[in-house]
C-alpha cells in the first residue's frame, strides 16, 4: 500500500547526531509561504501575517522545519512586494510589527524555523531614496545609490545601452527633471517600478547591514536572497549582444547585469553577519540564496565555505520528465555542490513557475492523472536526495496549475509588459483551498461572498485541505509520511547516494548502506530493484514491480 509508513522508527538522526553538532539547515525541509495566498485573517481577501500564525500547526502537522516568508514589507505590490518601498516595517496590508513578534513567538513554541525574503537587487520606486533621487540633480549622492546615466544620440533621447528587462521592454527609463526637461535614465532589469541598487556605492551595502540585523534582532533564523546573483553591473554598462536574452528566457542570462565578481565579496560579509549572530547563541543563521547562473560549477561558488549556506538548485526544477535529464542534473550536483562542503537545496516548485501536477502532465490528455503521478514520484525522489528541499505552498496538496484565469483578474507584471499570457506567474499563485465545496474554500474568513484577490476554480474542492488530511491516499499524506521518513531514518539528510544498474527510464540509487530509492520514468512497468514491498511509495506498488511513474523507497534486507 502506498503512503504507508513502515518503520518504527527510532531517535531522529537530528538526535543521533546532537544539536550542537548538527547545523539544522544542511537537510531541512522549508515550506516556501506565498504570504497573500497562504490564509487570510481579516475578510479583505489576501492572506495575511495573522493568516500564517492560524496555519502554523497544520505546517507543524505536515512535519517542516521551517517556513519561508514572501515579502511582506511596506510596498505599492506592483510585483506583489518584490518592489519594496520599507525594508524595516510590514505592509498594513499583511500586519504590523507587533503581528509579525506574535508569528515569531509562535513559530518558535512549534519548533519552526522562520526565513524571510530579502530583496536586495532592486527596490520600489516609491522607495524614500529613489524618491530623493528623482528630485536630486544628476550626480547627485542620491542618484549614486542607483543606475542614472546620460542617454545616447541627440539630446539623450536613447537609452543609455541595449539592455531589456526581464519582464519585458527596455530595461530603462527616463525621468523628467526638476525644471520639467527629458532628463537622465535609470535602469531596471524587471520594471519601471523596481530600480536596481547600485552596490559599488557603500551607502547601499550599509542600509542592508541595518536591514539584516533589524530583523535579526527580532529573532528570524536566516534570509532567502531574492536574485541573488544580481546586486552588480558591468560598471561600463556597455551594449549586450543578446540584449533581449533575459526577457526571452526569464532568466539572468544577460552576462553584463548578472553574475558579476564583486557579488561574493557581499555575501562574505552577509555570512559574517549571519556567523556573529549564531555565535552570541549557538542558534544557526541561514543565508540561502536565488541564484540562476549557467552551470553547476558556477552555482558552486556561491555556496563555498564563507559565502552562502545554500542556494537552491534549479536544474532539477527545469529537468524534464526523463531519466537520462534527472540524473545528469543530480549528479552534477553531487559533484560541484556538495564538493564544496555545503549540502544541495532541491527545489522542484515555487511562486514562479507552472506547478509540477501541470509541468509533467503535457502533453497527456488532460484528466490522465499522468501529471499528478509524475508529480508524486518527483516528489519522493527529492525528499531522498542528500540535502535541503523546499516545498512551495498547495505542492503538498497536489494543486495543479490554474491556467484559465480571465484576463482581467491578471495582476503579474509580465502580463501587462509583455501582453502575453506566455509565462505568467498568477495560475500558480492562487489561494489555497483549506475546507467547503466553494470559493473561498475556508481562505478567507471574510462574510458570506468575500473574494480572494485571485479567483479559485471551483475543481480547487478536490485539493482542499481538510479533504486532503482525510484521504491517506493523497498528495498530503506521501508529504507528510516521506518527510517522518527523513527525522526517522538517518540514511536520509545529509550523507551522499551510490548510483544502482537499472533498465533505460529508471533511475535507481542508495542512500547509506540499505535504502533504495527507484524511479520509473518510463511509460510501462519495470521489475522493482528490491524485492519485498516498498517502505514508502508514490502510488499503488506491488512487491517485486515499480509501476511506470511511481518511485518508491526500500529499505534493503541483503
Known amino acids: 500500500m502506498h503512503n504507508d509508513r513502515r518503520h518504527d522508527g527510532g531517535p531522529s538522526h537530528r538526535q543521533v547526531n546532537g544539536l550542537n553538532r548538527h547545523h539544522w539547515w544542511r537537510d531541512a525541509v522549508i515550506y516556501q509561504v506565498y504570504v497573500r495566498s497562504f490564509l487570510d485573517s481579516t475578510g479583505d481577501g489576501v492572506g495575511d501575517l495573522a493568516g500564517v500564525r492560524a496555519g502554523l500547526p497544520y505546517l507543524k502537522k505536515l512535519g517542516v522545519d521551517g517556513i519561508w516568508l514572501s515579502p511582506f514589507y511596506p510596498s ?77 544620440g ?82 561600463g554598462l556597455p551594449d549586450s549582444p543578446d540584449p533581449e536574452a533575459d526577457a526571452r528566457t526569464r532568466d539572468s542570462v544577460n552576462p553584463l547585469a548578472w553574475n558579476q565578481p564583486e557579488v561574493h565579496d557581499v555575501w562574505r560579509h552577509w555570512r559574517s553577519v549571519c556567523e556573529e549572530y549564531t555565535a552570541r547563541d549557538g542558534r544557526d543563521r541561514l543565508l540561502v540564496g536565488e541564484v540562476s547562473v549557467p552551470t553547476a560549477r558556477e552555482h558552486a561558488r556561491y555556496v563555498r565555505a564563507d559565502e552562502l549556506h545554500q542556494a537552491f538548485f534549479f536544474d532539477l526544477l527545469g529537468a524534464p520528465w526523463n531519466a537520462d535529464a534527472f540524473r545528469k542534473v543530480i549528479s552534477e550536483a553531487m559533484q ?45 525522489l527529492m525528499l531522498a536526495l542528500p540535502g535541503a528541499a523546499y516545498i512551495y505552498q498547495g505542492e503538498e496538496l497536489g494543486l495543479p496549475e490554474v491556467l484559465d484565469l480571465p484576463d482581467d483578474v491578471l495582476t503579474d507584471p509580465i502580463f501587462h509588459r509583455t501582453g502575453s499570457r506566455a509565462r505568467i506567474r498568477d495560475g500558480c499563485r492562487v489561494p489555497l483551498p483549506w475546507s467547503g465545496q466553494a470559493s473561498p474554500f475556508g481562505f478567507t474568513s471574510g462574510a458570506e461572498g468575500a473574494k480572494p484577490w485571485l479567483p479559485q476554480p471551483d475543481y480547487f474542492a478536490e485539493y482542499a485541505t481538510d479533504r486532503a488530511l482525510a484521504d491517506t491516499r493523497s498528495f498530503w499524506h506521501l508529504y507528510r509520511d516521506g518527510l517522518q521518513l527523513r527525522t526517522a531514518l538517518p540514511q536520509l539528510g545529509e550523507g551522499t547516494l551510490r548510483w544502482l544498474d537499472t533498465p533505460p527510464g529508471v533511475l535507481a540509487f542508495t542512500r547509506g548502506d540499505d535504502l533504495v530509492c527507484a524511479v520509473n520514468f518510463a511509460a510501462s512497468p519495470t521489475p522493482a530493484p528490491v524485492s519485498g514491498t516498498p517502505l514508502l511509495s508514490s502510488g499503488p506498488c506491488p512487491a517485486g514491480v515499480l509501476p511506470a511513474a511511481t518511485a518508491a523507497w526500500w529499505i534493503n534486507d541483503r
Not at 505599492?76 to 524595516?88: L, M, T
Not at 533621487?133 to 549614486?144: M, Q, T, V, Y
Open 336 to 380: 560541484d555542490i556538495a564538493g564544496t562542503g555545503s549540502t544541495v537545496t532541491w527545489v522542484l516548485n515555487n511562486h514562479d513557475q507552472v506547478r509540477t501536477v501541470t509541468r509533467y502532465g503535457e502533453p497527456a490528455p488532460e484528466g490522465s492523472g499522468l501529471g499528478a503521478a509524475r508529480a508524486r514520484a518527483a516528489a519522493l
Open 154 to 235: 541627440p539630446e539623450g533621447a536613447e537609452p543609455p545601452n541595449n539592455w531589456h528587462a526581464m519582464f519585458g521592454g527596455p530595461a530603462w527609463s527616463r525621468v523628467t527633471e526638476a525644471d520639467g526637461r527629458p532628463g537622465q535614465w535609470y535602469l531596471h532589469m524587471f520594471t519601471p517600478q523596481q530600480p536596481d541598487w547600485n552596490w559599488r556605492e557603500s551607502a547601499v551595502a550599509d542600509e542592508f547591514d541595518h536591514t539584516l540585523r533589524f530583523w535579526l534582532d527580532r529573532g528570524v533564523d536566516g534570509f532567502r536572497i531574492d536574485v541573488a546573483a544580481g546586486l552588480f553591473k558591468d560598471p
Open 76 to 152: 505599492p505590490q506592483h510585483d506583489h512586494g518584490y518592489d519594496v518601498a520599507d525594508y524595516r516595517d510590514v505592509d498594513p496590508l499583511f500586519g504590523d510589527l507587533a503581528e509579525f513578534d506574535l508569528l515569531m513567538a509562535a513559530a518558535r513554541r512549534l519548533g519552526i524555523k522562520v526565513l524571510l525574503d530579502i530583496v536586495p537587487n532592486h527596490c520600489s520606486s516609491e522607495h524614500p531614496w529613489f524618491r530623493q533621487a528623482l528630485a536630486d540633480a544628476p550626480g547627485s549622492a542620491a542618484r549614486a545609490r542607483f543606475h542614472f546615466a546620460d542617454g545616447r
